[in-house]
C-alpha cells in the first residue's frame, strides 16, 4: 500500500508541477513570447526575408576604356544576364569608385584600352573586376557574370579561328571535354536553402533557453529566499520530481513547435526536404529533449529575467558558425570544435541538415543522435544535481 501511495503522490506531484508550469508559460508575457510567438513567428519572417534565394539585377557600373566591338559586346552579354544590371557608365576608375561609395552600384567592369588590341594580336585581354565585399551575394553575382560571359567570348572567337568544316568539329574545338555543372542539395544555389534549415533548429534551442530562463528568473524574484524552488510548496519535495514535471510541460509545446518548424516552414519556403517524417522525429525527440534539460541547468544561472536573453543571444551567432553550416567544420580550431560539443544546436543541426537537406538515412545520422542522447542525460544530471541544491538552500532558509 505504501509503494502505491508513494507512486500515486509522485505523480500527483508530476502533475501539479506541469500544471503549474504550463499556467506561467500563458501567464507570463515574456515566457509566452519566447516559448509561443517567437517560433511561430519569427522562422516565417526570417524565411520570407530570404524567400528570393539569389540576387538579381546587381547594379554594375562599366569603365570601357576601349569602345571596340568586342568591349560592347562583353558589356551586352552582361547586361543580359538576369543576375547583373549594368547602370552606369564612367569616364574613368576613380568616377567608378565614387558610384560604389555612394552605394549606386555594387561594382566595376574595368575594360582596358588595349582590349580589343589584345585579341586581334592572338594576345589574352583582361578585364578587371572590382566588387563591394561588404555582402558576399553580391561579390558572387558580378564575379561569376564577368567569368561566365568572358569565357563564352572565348569560345566564340576560338571556334572562329580553328579553321573547322562542320558545327560538330566547331563545338568540339570550342569544349574539347563536355561538362556538367550539377548543384547537390541546394538546387537553386540560394542562399536560404543552406542557412536556414540550421537557422530554425537553431531558434528551438534558443527559445527554449530563453522562455526557461525567463520563467526560472521570475520564480527567483517571486519567492522570498530568492531560490529557483519555493519553500512553501510542499508539492516541490524533491529534484526530480521538479526536473521531470517542468521537462512535461516544455517537451507538450516544444513537439508541437518541433514539427513546425522542422516540417511546416521549409514546406511552405520550398526548402529541401529529403527526409521521412520517422527520421526527422527520430532526431528531434533526443534534440529537444537534450535542449530542454540544457535550458533548465542554464536558467540555474539566471538571477534576474534579463540576464538569460543577454547571454543567449550573445551566443547565437558562434553557435551558428561552430554548427559547421556556414562555416566549413574542418577549418574550426580544434579548442572551438570541443567548445561547440556542449550545445545540443550542434549536432541537432548537423543531423537534420544531412537528413532534410542532403538525403542521409537515419542510420547515417546516429553519432549525432548518440551525442544528443548523451548530451541529455548529462544536462538532465545536472539540472537534478542543481535543483536539488535549490531545494537544500530553499528548506534551509524556511528552517532558519
Not at 507512486?7 to 519566447?34: C, K, N, P
Not at 579561328?161 to 548543384?183: F, R
Not at 530568492?226 to 526530480?240: T, W
Not at 517542468?246 to 511546416?264: D, E, P, R, T
Request: charged share 15%.
Amino acid at each position: 500500500m505504501s509503494i502505491y501511495r508513494k507512486i500515486s503522490s509522485t505523480i500527483h506531484d508530476l502533475a501539479y508541477i506541469w500544471w503549474h508550469e504550463m499556467r506561467q508559460v500563458f501567464r507570463d508575457e515574456g515566457v509566452f513570447m519566447f516559448l509561443i510567438v517567437v517560433p511561430l513567428g519569427y522562422p516565417l519572417l526570417y524565411s520570407w526575408i530570404y524567400n528570393n534565394e539569389t540576387v538579381h539585377e546587381v547594379p554594375v557600373v562599366v569603365v570601357d576604356q576601349s569602345h571596340s566591338s568586342l568591349s560592347r559586346q562583353f558589356i551586352r552579354d552582361c547586361d543580359a544576364s538576369p543576375d547583373v544590371h549594368i547602370a552606369y557608365h564612367a569616364e574613368d576608375l576613380d568616377e567608378a569608385k565614387s558610384l560604389v561609395s555612394k552605394q549606386l552600384a555594387k561594382g566595376v567592369y574595368l575594360i582596358p584600352s588595349d582590349f580589343s588590341t589584345r585579341i586581334n594580336r592572338m594576345e589574352q585581354g583582361v578585364v578587371s573586376v572590382y566588387c563591394d565585399m561588404s555582402i558576399m551575394l553580391y561579390y558572387k553575382a558580378i564575379f561569376q557574370v564577368a567569368s561566365v560571359v568572358s569565357m563564352k567570348m572565348g569560345a566564340e572567337i576560338q571556334t572562329k579561328l580553328s579553321g573547322n568544316y562542320t558545327k560538330h568539329e566547331e563545338v568540339i574545338s570550342a569544349a574539347p571535354l563536355a561538362s556538367e555543372d550539377v548543384t547537390l542539395f541546394n538546387p537553386t544555389g540560394g542562399y536560404g536553402s543552406c542557412i536556414l534549415p540550421a537557422v530554425l533548429m537553431l531558434i528551438l534551442q534558443q527559445t527554449l533557453a530563453l522562455g526557461i530562463g525567463l520563467s526560472a528568473g521570475t520564480a527567483r524574484e517571486r519567492n522570498r529566499n530568492g531560490q529557483l524552488v519555493p519553500d512553501d510548496d510542499k508539492h516541490y519535495s524533491g529534484a526530480y520530481r521538479i526536473v521531470c514535471g517542468k521537462f512535461l510541460c516544455y517537451a507538450m509545446v516544444f513537439s508541437v513547435m518541433g514539427a513546425y518548424l522542422s516540417m511546416v516552414v521549409p514546406k511552405l519556403f520550398s526548402f529541401p526536404m529529403l527526409g521521412s517524417w520517422q527520421s526527422l522525429m527520430l532526431i528531434l525527440v533526443p534534440y529537444i529533449t537534450a535542449c530542454i534539460f540544457f535550458g533548465m541547468a542554464v536558467s540555474c544561472m539566471v538571477r534576474y529575467r534579463e540576464n538569460v536573453m543577454l547571454i543567449m543571444v550573445f551566443v547565437s551567432v558562434p553557435l551558428l558558425f561552430l554548427s559547421g553550416v556556414s562555416w566549413p567544420q574542418s577549418n574550426i580550431p580544434g579548442f572551438w570544435q570541443g567548445a561547440s560539443w556542449l550545445f545540443p544546436s550542434t549536432f541537432g543541426i548537423r543531423a537534420y541538415i544531412k537528413v532534410n537537406s542532403m538525403g542521409a538515412s537515419f542510420s547515417q545520422v546516429l553519432p549525432e543522435v548518440r551525442y544528443l542522447w548523451i548530451q541529455a542525460a548529462f544536462y538532465f544530471g545536472l539540472a537534478c544535481l542543481v535543483y536539488r541544491h535549490q531545494f537544500r538552500l530553499a528548506r534551509k532558509y524556511s528552517g532558519a
